[in-house]
């Protein structure tokens, strides 16, 4: 099995801030990350997509298609975009890098079909970043 | 368990064609990557060893020898080659970063005998890589 990894970025702002706590427990788990302006990153999106090369190409995914899928799908959605205001996403859930990583995976997981995808890895800072496989039973 | 892990660099040329498939279909699946001059890359290859340190030395494996084996097996057939033509472990196969990953898994399986061989990550640029565990096996 050949795991195949491809690097993406895009920037964002979110705002860390729970309508299911109250704002001192808000203040007290998300501290400044709760900042009512936002905040933003650049982050250093991965995805991983897993299989045996075509004998004929030597090629587990054609390239140029899973980049324009990850174009299209996420970096248009949420390159430079406010990812609280994203109604279809975070409209129940706080827009943490963890929900933003899982969100990700499955639209990836839902809408390509070129390729297994296996994991997706997102870096929010140079010295953060969150990897995400699916439940168990995803990838089996 | 401990992993090992060293790192080397190569920079070599390649460029993707298929005999399976017809000039038209391989221009249009490969594009600029089917022009026959090729174009080059500076591989990083980062390769594991996993293993129990030696109680004596507190060492996996002799770093040493591992330097040599990577030097000998990878460094002098890839580096500063032309894959297609002048890599006979890749004859015959299109050298995508997937199929240079298994080739090198075959060149170093058999070499590495303190500790075991885990996985190879081999990156073509700093934006795209490829994991290889060996032939049927998966992470």
Redesign the interface.
Same mark, same amino acid.
């Given at each position: 099995?050949?795991?195949? +990894?491809?690097?993406?970025r895009f920037s964002a702002s979110h705002r860390l801030h729970s309508l299911r706590l109250s704002e001192p427990e808000n203040q007290r788990i998300y501290g400044k990350c709760s900042n009512p302006g936002g905040h933003g990153h650049n982050y250093a999106l991965e995805v991983?997509v897993?299989g045996e090369?075509d004998?004929? +190409?030597?090629?587990?995914v054609?390239?140029?298609r899973l980049d324009a899928f990850v174009e299209k799908e996420i970096l248009e959605r949420f390159d430079l975009s406010y990812l609280n205001d994203d109604r279809d996403c975070f409209a129940e859930k706080v827009p943490t890098t963890e929900n933003l990583c899982m969100e990700i995976y499955h639209r990836l997981r839902a809408g390509f079909g070129d390729a297994s995808v296996d994991r997706v890895r997102l870096e929010e800072t140079s010295l953060n970043s969150f990897t995400y496989r699916g439940e168990e039973g995803d990838n089996a | 368990m401990i992993y090992l892990t060293r790192k080397i660099e190569f920079s070599a040329s390649h460029y993707y064609h298929s005999p399976a498939l017809s000039a038209e279909e391989n221009r249009r699946l490969f594009g600029k990557l089917n022009n026959p001059h090729g174009h080059g890359h500076n591989y990083m290859l980062e390769v594991t060893v996993a293993g129990e340190p030696d109680p004596v030395t507190g060492m996996v494996l002799d770093l040493k020898e591992l330097k040599e084996i990577l030097q000998h097996e990878v460094m002098e057939v890839f580096d500063h080659k032309f894959i297609n033509e002048q890599v006979p472990v890749l004859a015959g196969q299109v050298p995508t970063t997937e199929n240079i990953a298994r080739a090198i898994w075959g060149l170093l399986a058999g070499k590495i005998t303190r500790g075991r061989l885990h996985h190879i990550r081999l990156y073509e640029t700093p934006d795209l890589f490829v994991d290889f565990y060996g032939d049927g096996a998966a992470r």
């Open positions: 099995m050949i795991y195949l +990894t491809r690097r993406y991983t897993a090369p004998p004929r +190409t030597g090629m587990v054609d390239l140029t | -």
